[in-house]
């Protein structure tokens, strides 16, 4: 059986064909659809952690009692994780333990360009990485196999366009595989320091004999392809940067490594006597690059590709095929060029009326990981922070502690609730018990929201849409100790500002939970066949509303607002705003 399917799906596809029996996970893009998918597959227990720690660690303990297990995340999300990762390594596995992490080279999605490949390195575990959806597939088959072999975790690295390309995946039949009896093994995983010096020990052996068995066993172990064309010219690659290299440079000989990590230094050296030139084709770090190097084998690399972002067909032809023809280039000469538009909130946004009150109240605001990170630009522009997920609370803490009088009440957080379970509250406990003096305000949106709109612990179901437990944001906030709690909705503006301009007069940490679902989930549409409505005889054009940026409002010829009836979620943040009465919530257009 054959299916087109993403990279991602493929992943989940692999885990089910491998028997793994756990996967838990935190949706971060490109990884998300990988454990979305494997909600499909009843037979796997898959689940939403809080964080990737959290993920990480019931992978662990899931592998430890002797089921194969894992879990996703993108690649900022392995700094979470990476507390767990590093003993992991020591401890090894009863059960195959697999982490897999999409990194995303141009940045679509991130705040930041790292490459996960210095993970493998630094925790010293091997590490695959898949250059279509079928290798996806194969690979995390194969990851499980390793695994179990070689006493170890896997690491397996995606990029965006391998997570989110399509291409044909051939099935197999899912194997059965029991979960393993548990024995109980304190030097094996009790990491004390006495147990964990010997466990390094063995880790190093590891890694020496993963090493050689890439460079011998290709297709067993290290899944590296030769293709010998041309002399002249030798590439060596892996992963997405494979698919460009087969299409700009079709005459080249190429080794395509299955294994990144450990490198099968024998290979390499057997690869790089057959061709005249050697380069290293990588997207981000020259990682290949510097360890080939350090094998003594001369190699190009980063001196003739970017070091940032995505490469493409066209890059590596004009590098290293400048005489293709430009029929060999895919242009899109003649095609329409689409408009640029500037990225805004959608329209009945619950974030959009919270950030005009704290634009006018001009408040220094230490933001955080979401859609509402958008919040920076205009027409609100108020956000001064973005660092990483969580660092808001703590960010704003730190920003109080070093104010003098002059400045002092005028901080605010600002943070998702999925963001607050998974990282921010540890902050607020923090900030309450070091008795800061800043306003921490909850993005309530009901959901997941950037990452396409996953369950939560506050939302009261679960992956598989199944009820569950609901924590109160409330409640939560309340036993940490923080004693002024206001809840407000975000698109009542004016009482926002109200709302917040009172709490930066207490003293200690308050907290606003600012509470409206997103307008594209169910809960959060407006009435059914109910539009905003002009009255333009009222109408004044004065611009209020459309300064807003709501992507249902545009300024007609005379300047007076048209409501696009199929984008209005009929929120009212333009009725708030109007100062002359025209706009309306509930008419019908």
Known sequence: MKQILLGNEAIARGAYEAGVKVVSSYPGTPSTEITEAVAGYDRIFCEWSTNEKVGAEVAIGASIRGARAMTCMKHVGLNVAADPLFTSSYTGVNGGLVYVVADDPGMHSSQNEQDSRHYARAAKIPMLEPSDAQECKDFVVKAFELSEKYDTPVLIRLQTRVSHSRSIVEFGEPNEIEVKDYSKDVSKYVMMPAMAVKRHKIVEKRMEEIMADSSEQTEAVGMHEEHIGSSELGIITSGAAYQYVKEALPEASVLKLGMIWPLPEKRIRSFAKKVKRLVIVEEL?????KEIL????PC????LLPITGEYSTSV?????????????????????????RPPVMCAGCP????????????VQVMGDIGCYTLGALPPTSAMDTCVCMGASVGMAHGFDKASDARDSRKTVAVIGDSTFLHSGVTNLINAVYNQSSVTVIILDNSITGMTGHQQNASTGMDIRLSP???????????????????VVDPVDTDLCRKKVKEELEKPGVSVIIARRPCALIPTGKGPKGKYARV???ICTACGQCIRIMCPALTAGPDNKPVIDRETCNCCGLCVNVCPVGALSVGGDL
Not at 285 to 289: H, R
Not at 300 to 303: A, L, R
């Open 351 to 362: 974030h959009k009326g919270l950030f005009m009150a704290l634009s006018r109240l001009k």
């Open 285 to 289: 770090d020259p990682f290949f690059e």
């Open 294 to 297: 350090a094998m003594g084998i």
């Open 468 to 486: 569950a437990p609901a924590i109160s944001l409330e409640l939560l906030c309340e036993s940490i100790g923080v004693r002024s709690i206001q």
């Open 316 to 340: 590596l032809r004009k590098t290293l095929n400048p005489t293709s023809t430009p029929e060999q280039a895919i242009s899109g000469s003649g095609l329409p060029v689409a408009p640029g």
């Open 535 to 537: 009255d333009k005889d």
């Open 300 to 303: 190009e690399g980063k001196s």
